[in-house]
C-alpha cells in the first residue's frame, strides 16, 4: 500500500494519517504496524508522532501470509457479471455485501464470491500486494451501497486499472435518493473530509480534511425527496454520503448520515445509492468501454411509489 501526503493532510501525525486512509484498520493497529518496522515514509522508518509533510511517500509493507493465517475460501454466489474476458470482470455489486475480506471478516464476501467463479473457469484473480485479503480488488463501494465494480484477473489489468484510479480517466456515475428539495438543477460539493473524531465509523466535512469534489445534476424531484446524478472527481471514502449530508441532503435510508430521517427510512437494507455508470479503457487493448446497471428491484419500486405520490 503506498500514499502520497496532500497539502491537507500535512501536519498530521504519521498514526493518524494512515488511519484515516485505512478505514478496515484501527489507530491501535497501524501504531503496531509502525512499531514493527512495517512502515516507511520517503524509505526511512519513522516514529507514529511523526508528522507527515505535502509530498512524504509512505509505504505499507505487510508480511506475507503464515502458515497460520486462513486462506481466503471460494464460496458459491449468484453474481450479476455484466462483463468479463481474460483480463477483468465488471460486477452488479448487491446491497449487504462487503467487498473484500478483512483479517476479522474472511467469508462471505464480494471476493469468496468471485473467487468460487474464476476457479470453476480454471482461472484466478489478480494478486494483490503484501499479502492483503483483496485479490483483484481495483476500487471498492461500501456494504449498503449497490453498483459496478470491475476487478482484475491479470497482474497487467491490476496496474493499468489501479493507474486509471489514481489518474481519473476512470469514471463512476450513481444516483442517490436524497431527502428534501435542492433548489439547483446542477452544481457541485467541494469540501474537505476527515475521519470523525469520536465516531470511527464516520466521516465528516472539515476544513483540515483532504480535499474532495463532488459533482451533481437533478434527475426527478418528488414530493420531500430529489433523485441526482452523481459523479466524483476525488474518490474519498464515503465522499458522497459526507457530501450530501454536509448540504443537509443525506442519501434516503443511510444508517449512518441520516440518523435525523430515521422515521423516513423506506428500508433498513441500507443507503438508497448506486453506482450505475462504469467506464474504463481496456486494460490490454485501450478501448474505452462503458458499462451500466439497472437500479435494484426495491430502489426501482420506491420511486414508483413516489411518482404516485406527485
Given amino acids: 500500500m503506498k500514499y502520497k501526503v496532500s497539502l491537507n493532510a500535512q501536519g498530521q501525525r504519521l498514526d493518524r494519517f494512515l488511519t484515516d486512509e485505512t478505514i478496515s484498520e484501527s489507530r491501535t493497529t497501524i501504531k503496531e504496524w509502525i512499531k514493527k518496522g512495517f512502515v516507511t515514509v520517503n524509505q526511512q522508518q519513522e516514529k507514529s508522532s511523526y508528522k507527515v509533510i505535502e509530498g512524504d511517500k509512505i509505504e505499507v509493507c505487510l508480511p506475507k501470509e503464515s502458515q497460520d493465517t486462513p486462506l481466503l475460501s471460494p464460496e458459491p454466489m449468484d453474481l450479476d457479471i455484466v462483463y468479463e474476458d481474460t483480463d477483468i470482470i465488471v460486477v452488479n455489486k448487491p446491497q449487504n455485501l462487503v ?3 478483512s483479517p476479522n471478516h474472511l467469508n462471505h464476501t464480494l471476493v469468496n464470491g468471485l473467487l468460487d467463479h ?3 473457469h480454471h482461472e484466478q484473480l489478480a494478486d494483490s500486494p503484501n499479502g492483503e485479503y483483496r485479490p483483484g480488488i481495483v476500487h471498492r463501494i461500501d456494504k449498503d451501497t449497490s453498483g459496478l465494480l470491475v476487478v482484475a484477473k491479470t497482474e497487467l489489468a491490476l496496474e493499468n486499472l489501479t493507474n486509471q484510479v489514481s489518474n481519473h480517466s476512470m ?3 450513481y444516483m442517490a435518493l ?3 428539495d435542492i433548489a439547483e438543477e446542477s452544481g457541485q460539493i467541494n ?5 470523525h473524531p469520536v465516531d470511527r465509523l464516520r466521516y465528516e466535512g472539515h476544513p483540515e ?3 474532495a469534489l463532488t459533482y451533481f445534476k437533478v434527475l426527478e424531484r418528488f414530493n420531500q425527496f ?4 452523481l459523479s466524483l472527481a476525488t474518490g474519498r471514502t464515503h465522499q458522497i454520503r459526507v457530501h450530501l449530508q454536509f448540504i443537509n441532503h443525506p442519501v434516503a ?3 449512518l448520515y441520516s440518523r435525523d430521517h430515521k422515521q423516513q427510512f423506506f428500508t433498513t437494507n441500507g443507503q438508497l445509492l448506486h453506482a450505475y455508470q462504469l467506464t474504463l479503457n481496456h486494460p490490454r487493448s485501450g478501448e474505452l468501454m462503458t458499462f451500466e446497471a439497472d437500479l435494484p428491484y426495491t430502489y426501482q419500486s420506491i420511486l414508483e411509489n413516489l411518482r404516485h405520490e406527485i
Fill in 191 to 195: 469540501v474537505p473530509i476527515k475521519r
Fill in 118 to 120: 474464476v476457479l470453476k
Fill in 226 to 229: 430529489t433523485l441526482l446524478e
Fill in 178 to 180: 436524497v431527502y428534501g
Fill in 171 to 173: 469514471s463512476r456515475k
Fill in 99 to 101: 467487498v473484500h475480506p
Fill in 253 to 255: 435510508d443511510d444508517p
Fill in 209 to 211: 480534511g483532504r480535499q
